[in-house]
């Protein structure tokens, strides 16, 4: 089965300095990966995401993740932080085999704290 | 293009009774899941339906149950209310292309459930 570790359950940056939010999963497969974020009282809202090909990946609002297949890694970073990114991000897994289809497998979140 | 709808947004309920939660998808999306988000356990998968069927089922009791329409629309439903199931319960659609989740989800603002 797949997991997801999310290193850091609060991270705290000052605005214009650089994001980095950390991820590692766990899958006996190629996975998709996925980044969302979720603003106070409402659903999450996808980043980006990592299905095959090109290794870097760009999203919304500045950000980028770059799947790290030696590493099980696919950290998300942004080179300088807005007022508006504070919130809490989730990265997520996905697999195709093994009975695990159609579901995402999220960490536990990193709430970003972002200080004028 | 509407996103996906939840409804309602906020619902007491008291312990033992029984609530039915409802989303509406993306139009075209075929595929419906379901997610219950706490703080203490995170976001965990609840059931994800495709074309009315239901594909995957997570590790939650019989008392969580849900349904899919012809229209793509679902419901979830959860008898015997415990404290328990005080929760954020999210819906998300997506196409699932090739019935993979590699288009990613799209996800509703939740409906957020307390039992008293």
């Known amino acids: 089965a797949q997991s997801v570790t999310q290193l850091g359950s609060h991270v705290s940056v000052s605005e214009g300095a650089l994001v980095l939010l950390r991820c590692n999963y766990s899958s006996s497969v190629p996975p998709y990966l996925f980044w969302y974020v979720q603003y106070p009282n409402q659903g999450l809202q996808l980043l980006l995401k990592y299905t095959t090909g090109a290794t870097l990946v760009k999203g919304i609002n500045g950000f980028e993740a770059e799947f790290k297949k030696s590493e099980t890694s696919f950290h998300l970073t942004k080179p300088s932080a807005h007022m508006s990114d504070a919130a809490e991000y989730f990265c997520?897994?996905?697999?195709?085999?093994?009975?695990?289809?159609?579901?995402?497998?999220f960490g536990k979140g990193t709430l970003l704290t972002v200080n004028p | 293009k509407a996103g996906v709808t939840q409804t309602p947004r906020y619902l007491i309920k008291t312990r033992g009774q029984q609530v039915t939660l409802s989303c509406s998808p993306i139009s075209g999306h075929r595929s419906v899941s379901w997610y219950q988000q706490t703080p203490g356990q995170g976001l965990q998968f609840l059931f994800e339906y495709f074309s009315e069927t239901q594909r995957n089922k997570g590790n939650f009791p019989g008392r969580f149950s849900g349904r899919q329409f012809s229209n793509s629309r679902s419901e979830m439903n959860v008898s015997t209310l415990e404290l328990g199931d005080s929760a954020l319960y999210l819906c998300a659609s997506s196409l699932a292309l090739r019935g993979t989740t590699a288009g990613g989800y799209t996800f509703g603002s939740g409906t957020r459930l307390t039992v008293v």
């Open positions: 997520a897994v996905s697999v195709t085999s093994g009975g695990s289809n159609y579901k995402l497998t």
